[in-house]
């Protein structure tokens, strides 16, 4: 309790946050349903790079699931071949301003494919194979489970693994993009029964949806099998879907007023992705946690050499360090260590190049900028080589305007 017995803000927060919890609706509502074509040869990005979406001003929103079905017309003279990242290149940016225009979200597809993997502990969208993995008992015959249990959905989720020369293929992708840190877990959520105010979800198509054989394919869904231009392999048409998640019928007290936790509602869950270059190999490389933040996780993809889009699976990486302001190493990990962690933690391995660094537990506060820095040390650094960051973390609305923005080459 606060002085002389007041209820602290805290208290305050809880006793809401649980009220909603034990009365408010879920609501989930389609909010957008669009298709967009493109001409012959035409990648639909340079036609319709941006859709904006407009979320209904109701209930307090939780997130949004956005599905993205594309089709890949391979007018080039050779097969395209599936990237490491895949359809999680589906979308090349995912963005959200709030009410108070606050830039919640501004990070790329691959960003919430992995994160919401890691939230989740498997694969996201993944199911067990049918026939594999799934055990009634060790009888002769009978090893595996007798009811078809398994991928049955084969289009939940999907992107063949090659696409020929003058052919189509078919990637379908889900995204849930949160406001909100979880459906319980209400910071960051944003009370939406206001007017004279908008906020806007803004969803980029990929610009270079295919790349030519031997080039960086990080960003890219497809590249070529082998060299050969492939400017005519492009997304030829999109259907882009919308789906808001938000609690409905909030608890009101005995004078009508809508129960709110007031201080989740003054917290951004903030989701940003930053590229910085000029990385030396043998050298420590220090990207500073911008200030004022509280991060729960960094995702970093190391790409060796710019140009042809070298990704290692520890070779090309000595160690990664947290290292405080006093240059006091928090860890210092070799780079198989670190990925022991996530595959313990996810049961498999992330993409060739992609380290995650979980904060969960003890977030990395930063009360002032460059009191914490990630450092990379390389063991190869060819020409253009970079380092992307893909950033998770709280703040709160009044501190982030005065807030430094995030490291940048």
Known sequence: MGAQGQPTPGQINAIARSAIRARAITMEQQISAQTFNAGAGVNLASVTPIVNIVPRMVGLIRG?????????????GVQINLTDFGAWNALQQIQFNDLNNNTRIQTPGWHLGMLQSMKMRKPFGSAMVNGTGFASGSQAGNTNFPVKMGDNWAAEIQAPATIAAAGDGTVIMWYWVPLAYSHDDLRGAIYANVVNATMQLQLSLPTTPVVANGTDSTN??????AAGAVALAVVSSATITVYQNYLDQLPVDQNRNVLLPILDLATIYGLTQTTITGVVANQDFPAQYANYRDFLSTLAVYVNTGA??????????????????????????????????????LGVDPPPGMYYFGSREKPISTTQYGNMQLVLNPATAGAGAYLMLAYEYFALVQTLAQAGSLVAS
């Open 64 to 76: 949004f699931w956005v599905k993205v079905q594309l089709n890949i017309h391979n007018g080039s």
């Open 308 to 345: 042809s889009g070298a990704r290692g699976v520890g070779l090309d990486v000595n160690s990664w360090m947290l290292q405080s302001a006093n240059f006091t190493n928090i860890f210092k990990r070799e780079p198989a260590l670190q990925t022991l962690h996530t595959r313990n933690h």
């Open 220 to 225: 890219a869904m497809y590249v070529g099998n």
